[in-house]
Structures are given as C-alpha cells and as structure tokens.
C-alpha cells in the first residue's frame, strides 16, 4: 500500500448518507474510489471500515491504510456539500492524526459518481437549482444538443463560450428551444467605420449645367466614396472598379458619369444589374429622375421573347438592362448606338459559377462593339467603364485585370449586430413573428419603424412565411409580376409593411430601407450561400438616413441541410460564413462555358473571336473550344451554323443543346422537352 500512495496529489472526502466517499487523486486523475465509515472512541472519531471500491465492487481493507493515504497526500479535502456534523467530524478524526483539511466548494454530480472537482465562483455553473462544474455542464447540454439533432463542432463550440462566459446551463439550452436572449444570440458587432475623406462640392463639379443644377438642389457635397471617384477622374473618363459597402452612394458615381457624357454628346449610358427586378427598379428610378434629359429606355432577358421595339428602344440615352438582355442585343445584331458609358453593377457577379463566364463574356463583346464602332471615327472614343461592387475578395487584382483604377472605401455607415439562434424548420415562422413585430414596434432616432427582410431558399417558403407573420408582410420574389412586385416596393417604402420575403431577387440590390434582415436558411435554392453572398444580403441590414444600427439574425437548424448534394450541415455553414474570408471574384472556365462563350464571341466577333477569349478574366481554352464546335457542328469554319445560331441566342450550354434535340429527333413535344431541362436542372 505504501507504494501505491507516494505519490498522492489529493484526497478527497464527500459524504454520502452516513458513510464517507473516499477519492484519492495522482496527476489529476483518479487512482482509488473508496468508502469510510467512522466511528466514536475516547480520542476522538477513527476509521473504523475502509472498503476499496472496483468495478463496482466493495473490498474491505484494513483502516490503517485510510491513515497512510492521507498522510501521503499533498492535500486533504472535504466538499462543502458535506454536513456541518460530517465535516466537524471528518477535521476531528484528520485533527487525531495530525492531519489538516480544507472545506472547499465542489461539483455534487461529481461527488455523487466519485470523482473530486472543485469549483469557483468563476467556474461554477448553474444547472436548475444546484451549482455544477463545467463537465457535467457541458456533459449535458451534448445531451440536449443530441435531442436537438446534434450540432457541428463549431456550433458546439460557440455553445460552450456562451455557457462559460453566462455560467447558467437553463439559458443556454433556451437557446435551442428558440428563444431570443439578445446578449446570447449576439455573435459579433460589425462596426460603423467612416474614413476620412475630403468631401467634394456639388457646386465645384465640372459637369453639364443641365445635371449640375439637379445635383446642387439634391446635395450640398458628395458622399465620401462619390468624393474619392471624383477626385480620381470618373468625371474625365477613366475606368474605374469601386468597391465600397451597400448604402455608401456607390450607384450616383455611374449616373454622374454616365449622365454627363450622355449631355455633353460622347454617347449614351448602359446601366446593367444581373437581376429583372433590378433593371426595373433602376429604370422607374432613372425615368423620373432624368426622363427630362433623355429618353430611358429597359433591355431585360425577357425581351428575346416578345422584342416588338415598343418597350425597348435602342436609340434611347439611358438604357438599364440585364446583362442577359444587352448580350442578347450583341448576339443578334443589334445597332446599340454609340455608347459612352457602361456601368457594370454587381460586377462580382464574374465568379457565380451558372453565370460568371456569360457577364466576362458579355463585357468582352461588349467592349469589341464600342472598339469597332469607334474606328476612323473622330466624334466617338469609345466607352467609359465603371464597375461597381459591395464585396470583393481581391479587389487589386480585379482592377488590374478590369484595366480599370481602383476605389476602395472601407465604409460602414451603421453599425450592424450579428446574431445566432437555433430552431427548426417549423420553430422559425414563430421566432420570425417575434422579430418582425419587435422591429416594427421600434422606431429610430430619425423617425423610422423597424422593417425587416427575410431571406428563404424557395418561393413557397417566401409565401408560407409571410402568411404566419402577424404584422402586413408580403413575399417577393422573381415568380409574381411586375406590378405586384412594384406594389411592394412601394408599400415597404411607405412602411406600410413590416416585412418583406424573399429568395435571392433582393441580394442584389433593390432599394428596401430594412434596420433589420433575417436568414431563415443560410441557403438559395440546394446551394449554401457564399461568404460574398452572405456579406451582400446582411449589408442591407440598416440605413445611414433611416436607422441607428442594423440586426442580422441567423436562423440556424441544427444538423440540416436542403439537399442531398449540400455536404455540409446549415450550423456547420453558419460559422463559415460568421468568420470566413471573402471569396476572391475570378472566372473558371469549363469545357461546357468555354464552348458556350467562344460561340457566342464567334457569332459576335467571326475570326477576331480569339482576340476577345483572350482578354477573358477567366483562361478559356480557345483552340480545344473551338475543336468541340465543328466537332459538334455548332460552327462551320469560323462562322456559325444555323444550329449555332440559336444556341447562342437561346443562351444554351451545349449539354441543353443536345437535351432539346433529343427531345425533338424522339418526338418529345415541346412541353415535355421543356419539362426534360426543367428536371435536368434540378439534378433529378
């Protein structure tokens, strides 16, 4: 026995009934589990049994061997939770021998399964009605995580931070059932940021009388970012990549330019959004604010289908479109005029995969068009470039690639909290509910109710929300029309709306002044959101003229995901997304978007097609692309063949290309063809 002691770190007493659990420690483990009983003589209680517990099993030893063990050890504890009579007795016996305790605070669920661990002020935790360490705590929130479907790591671990930093277990495990304990659910604050700039004068400006006047009656100076773009030469025609926050005016630079040079007679102003909805909003927008000094004309995708020239007037001043409806302009021929300006908004749309390559390639054909109009012409040089993003990962190497000068303003006019919270699927609509009202019954220090949008992953759960929400909500998204979603538009504008519904149709940009956005997936479609995407959707998240701060709520379903191609789990994603590094914006090229965009610059372009590959941002492998056209009898030498022809109108990847003429060669009518490519999208 003596050998076996000599090295005893602790020996801890905890009473039990009216015996004495016996716990000896060496190297902070536990070495020996065993049972003390006392009893009374003339010097004093003594040990009068010591049994040895094993494997569940009671082994009497002589209580001599309690004395050695505590003689060796280093230090001798009694818990707290030990009765007054116990623990006098237990320091009269040790008292007997020499020996000296300390009474010390100790987990009970611990000392009932024999193990010694103390505990603090600053590390006990409160569980119900009793204090624990953090073992058992976090021993049983993994409990209750489980009964929740279970969380990543990440998810685990942010849960942990949260019970060590509140010390209360009952609050933690609240957050599972939905509830919204905003110092809880709180992950982050991003900061309002402003940088110092010298404001430019409105009156200064050397622009055309025309729009200096509407400009000085609108502002007496530029917006910081609008400052630095003058400062660098937007208004004498350079290039320029801005990339700077959502609601920092980064939208009036184009129109300063574009408007300008449209007056001054060097060519008309393309403004092109990657979204119909978009292109609406713009175009009403820009119709009342400079229908007086031009004609405004819309290009969408839907215009390929009923092009009967009455909405869409090439020979406008102002054309806002998509960049779907301006390529198809460059695909089938269309005499655009001269244009002065394009400005490219949502330019970070290059490194979607569906459509990244089809904006790079759209931006190199459009630029061949004003090249090639501008030869032997001394009355037109071209156009002006003006890209525009809130989110770039590498805004450097963008702008070199763009050939255009970089404005970068780290602004963030509010600041914007961040929340997390878990809750199902069907849980969500009522923690929604919650949020809507809160934000709405709440109003700013500039006079303004709290509005809210949520973000969802389908149109059906855009309506299924916004019938449960209490507060007048509405869904929106690219399913309705036209009039319904500018009938919603301006009721949220009139704050005649709590909130707003929506999949992917407002990430991009259309103007909802919401203090508050809620992600009820961190998913669009069966895609998980990028870290760009995320960083684009909770930046309209609080206006500089509306609101004090903006909220971001996640919506986090344990263990959940949207479909069986998404590897990970949506509270896996969260954290991703809460502490990842912006996505760099590049174009990779496939064999399938290399053929489709090498046709279309064929089409466009003939045999100069190469020349307008290689100022791709992406590396399109043009000789193998080529060999797949003729191969595939999409091209005929360097002109297209009638089959290539309407592939590249219709905007078909090869793989629908053959998909319909299949359908055709096996007598598919056209809905079941149609049905075919519907299905094939959705990896059915």
């Not at 976090?138 to 019970?163: H, I, K, M, P, W």
Request: aromatic residues 6%; negative net charge; contains cysteine.
């Amino acid at each position: 026995m003596s050998k076996q002691v000599t090295r005893v770190d602790t020996l801890f007493l905890h009473q039990v009934d009216d015996d004495y659990l016996v716990v000896v420690q060496r190297d902070g483990k536990r070495v020996l589990r065993g049972k003390l009983e006392l009893k009374e003589t003339n010097a004093g209680p003594r040990p009068l049994r010591f049994l040895v517990i094993r494997k569940g099993e009671e082994t009497p030893r002589d209580p001599s061997q309690f004395v050695e063990l505590a003689r060796s050890a280093s230090r001798i504890r009694i818990s707290q939770q030990t009765s007054t009579h116990g623990r006098e007795e237990l320091k009269a016996m040790l008292d007997g021998y020499q020996l000296e305790a300390l009474v010390v605070r100790t987990c009970r669920r611990c000392s009932a399964n024999g193990r010694y661990a103390p505990i603090t002020d600053e590390t006990a935790i409160k569980a119900e009605h009793e204090y624990v360490c953090r073992d058992c705590a976090v021993s049983e929130l993994e409990q209750e995580l489980s009964f929740a479907g279970g969380l990543t790591r990440a998810a685990q671990d942010r849960l942990e931070e949260l019970l060590y930093e509140t010390q209360d277990l009952t609050r933690i495990t609240n957050l599972l059932q939905g509830e919204l304990d905003p110092d809880l659910t709180k992950f982050d604050t991003i900061s309002a940021t402003t940088e110092d700039v010298d404001l430019v004068d409105t009156a200064d400006l050397d622009i055309h009388p025309n729009l200096k006047s509407m400009l000085t009656d609108r502002f007496e100076t530029l917006l910081p970012v609008q400052s630095l773009a003058v400062r660098n030469g937007v208004l004498g025609g350079d290039d320029q990549l801005v990339v700077s926050a959502t609601a920092t005016g980064k939208t009036l630079i184009g129109e300063l330019a574009g408007i300008d040079r449209m007056l001054k007679g060097k060519g008309k102003m393309l403004f092109l959004v990657p979204l119909v909805a978009l292109a609406n909003q713009k175009h009403e927008d820009f119709e009342e604010r400079y229908g007086h000094l031009g004609k405004v004309t819309i290009r969408v995708g839907a215009s390929r289908i009923n092009d009967d020239g009455n909405r869409f007037d090439p020979n406008a001043d102002v054309i806002v479109g998509t960049y779907e409806g301006i390529d198809h302009a460059l695909r089938t021929g269309k005499d655009l005029g001269d244009i002065g300006t394009v400005v490219i908004d949502e330019v970070h749309t290059l490194k979607e995969e569906e459509r990244g390559h089809r904006l790079d390639g759209m931006i190199s054909r459009l630029k061949y068009y004003c090249e090639n109009r501008a030869k032997g012409r001394d009355n037109y040089d071209g156009a002006q470039w003006i890209y525009l993003s809130a989110t770039v990962g590498n805004p450097k190497w963008l702008g070199q690639s763009l050939q255009a000068k970089l404005i970068e303003y780290e602004d963030r006019p509010v600041p914007i909290e961040r929340h997390v919270t878990f809750a199902n699927g069907q849980e969500k609509p009522r923690i929604e509910n919650r949020l809507v009202k809160r934000a709405f019954d709440t109003k700013s220090s500039k006079g303004y109710r709290g509005q809210t949008i949520i973000f969802t992953n389908s149109r059906r759960r855009c309506h299924e929300i916004s019938r449960k929400l209490e507060y007048n909500a509405a869904p929106y998204h690219a399913g309705l029309d036209y009039k319904r979603r500018k009938r919603v538009e301006r009721q949220f504008a009139n704050q005649d709306l709590a909130a707003v519904v929506t999949t992917a149709a407002l990430a991009a940009g259309v103007d909802f002044p919401a203090s508050q956005v809620i992600f009820d997936t961190l998913a669009m479609g069966i895609e998980w959101l990028s870290v760009q995407e995320f960083s684009q959707m909770l930046g309209r998240a609080g206006r500089p003229d509306y609101h004090d701060r903006g909220t971001v709520y996640l919506l986090v379903e344990p263990d959940a995901a949207y479909h069986n191609s998404m590897e990970m789990t949506e509270d896996e994603v969260a954290f991703k997304l809460l502490k990842g590094e912006m996505e760099e914006v590049r174009t990779v090229y496939d064999e399938s978007s290399a053929v489709e965009e090498t046709l279309a610059n064929i089409v466009v372009a003939g045999k100069k097609a190469k020349s307008l590959n290689d100022r791709m941002l992406g590396e399109v492998p043009t000789t193998h692309a080529v060999g797949k056209l003729l191969e595939w009898d999409f091209i005929d030498g360097l002109d297209p063949t009638p089959l290539g022809l309407a592939i590249t109108r219709q905007f078909l990847s090869p793989k629908e290309a053959f998909r319909i003429l299949d359908g055709i060669r096996n007598g598919l009518s056209p809905y079941d063809i149609v049905a075919d490519l519907e299905l094939a999208e959705e990896g059915r």
